[in-house]
């Protein structure tokens, strides 16, 4: 099953080169009314700074993400500023979910990479099907982890809240025997852990 061809593009946008270029993200945003080729602009241009605020990144990042050949700056302005549009948006947030996912800026270079070189739109989409339904296996894996963890918390609150009714003169080593819990039921590893040599 192919997926729609606007997905693969987005693994083929541009991703050149460029250096920070001091003050960039400092003014107000601007839509100019033509492009560098002279052409209307129809769309809305972001400087670094403003693209960094809409996706909650710092510049830092983006200048990193350009570094990395991830990110592009759709023109320049006269003045030399990087502009951006809202397809710099899609771009930012698709790498931060990978970043999520636990992918490295070099990983998904080369994602980015394989996707590139691969013989057809379909080929190139059966790489990122196989790529994510690997990552939601290791996702849902963590879920249960997780869960699990969250039982052992839940069931270690619960244990140590009739500790708040214990004599404060209590010495610590009467916890490895003590009364005021329920028997029948065992005491959590989490608490347990502290009475193990």
Not at 12 to 31: N, T, V, Y
Not at 148 to 174: F, M, N, P
Request: aromatic share 6%.
């Amino acid at each position: 099953m192919s997926l729609p061809l606007p997905m693969y593009k987005q693994f083929h946008s541009a991703a050149g080169r460029a250096e920070p270029s001091a003050g960039e993200g400092e003014l107000p945003p601007k839509r100019a009314e033509h492009d560098s080729s002279g052409r209307p602009r129809t769309s809305l241009t972001l400087r670094v700074g403003d693209l960094a605020k809409r996706t909650g990144k710092t510049v830092r990042a983006l200048h990193l993400y350009e570094e990395h050949g991830l990110l592009a700056p759709a023109e320049r302005s006269a003045g030399g500023y990087r502009l951006y549009n809202r397809s710099s948006e899609l771009r930012v947030r698709w790498i931060d979910k990978l970043q999520q996912m636990g992918f490295s800026l070099t990983d998904i270079k080369q994602i980015v990479r394989d996707v590139e070189r691969s013989k057809s739109a379909p080929h190139a989409m059966q790489r990122v099907q196989d790529l994510f339904r690997e990552k939601l296996d290791e996702t849902r894996e963590q879920l249960r982890r997780l869960s699990a963890l969250e039982t052992e918390l839940t069931a270690s609150l619960a244990y140590l809240v009739t500790c708040d009714s214990c004599d404060s003169e209590e010495l610590l080593g009467a916890c490895t025997s003590c009364a005021r819990h329920d028997c029948e039921h065992k005491t959590p590893d989490l608490v347990a852990g502290f009475r193990a040599h």
